[in-house]
């Protein structure tokens, strides 16, 4: 079945350690995104890619990196440097990075928690 | 960018049609206009989208004002599974560049009553 899989669902994490999401599409989608999602709250964009080997920031990128060495993997790291990394995860993807006249498809999100 | 406003919650007894509004007065010339649902600790799922006409899915109808400054989602028969939070979204360019991203408002919750 196409999809996209995000792993783990469950994450903890000491304070001061970098953690890396995993989201992995069989879709053949070009562009790539991570939200960020917080309790009561909207999505909140962190990253996009819209094709192998680039990306760019979105609205809230301090404190996390991404890497895009090949088309269906976009994996997130949060690292030592994000104030407030516990949060719900979403990462997302979509055919073509024109005006979004396309769906998006989203994976079933991480929740990382940092004690 | 352009931002929607919605109400924060509504109700619907289950099999009665639903009306979601969404205000848009900012809208640029090429927004789309998408609606999105989430379930709790779920990815968002994607309902339906347009342009300038009205839209008709499986899932769902989106009526746009001739002026594009609202728009409404349509259920027309609501059922316990349509218990979610809805999102009115407006994609458009990002950065200067053809990229199209989703910008998530805090939604509509819809209950729906048996």
């Known amino acids: 079945d196409g999809g996209i899989t995000q792993s783990p669902k469950y994450l903890f994490r000491k304070e001061g350690q970098n953690v890396t999401l995993s989201c992995e599409q069989n879709?053949?989608?070009?562009?790539m995104y991570w939200y960020r999602q917080d309790p009561g709250q909207g999505l909140r964009l962190i990253y996009y890619s819209q094709i192998v080997n680039d990306f760019q920031k979105g609205d809230i990128a301090e404190g996390y990196s991404v890497s895009r060495e090949k088309k269906e993997s976009f994996p997130l790291t949060v690292t030592s440097a994000q104030k407030n990394p516990t949060a719900f995860y979403l990462c997302a993807s979509s055919p073509s990075t024109g005006h979004m006249n396309t769906e998006a498809f989203f994976g079933q999100g991480t929740r990382l928690t940092v004690v | 960018d352009a931002k929607t406003t919605q109400p924060n919650s509504m109700e619907s007894n289950e099999e009665e049609p639903v009306h979601l509004p969404c205000n848009h007065s900012t809208i640029s010339g090429t927004d789309y206009i998408h609606w999105y649902r989430q379930l709790p600790s779920q990815g968002p799922e994607y309902v339906i989208h347009g342009l300038t006409s009205n839209v008709n899915n499986r899932m769902a109808s989106l009526a746009i004002a001739e002026d594009r400054k609202s728009s409404t989602l349509i259920l027309h028969r609501a059922t316990l599974r349509d218990a979610a939070v809805y999102y009115c979204i407006l994609s458009g360019i990002f950065g200067g560049t053809s990229y199209g991203k989703l910008t998530f408002g805090q939604g509509t919750i819809l209950t729906v009553h048996p």
């Open positions: 879709l053949n989608h070009d562009a």
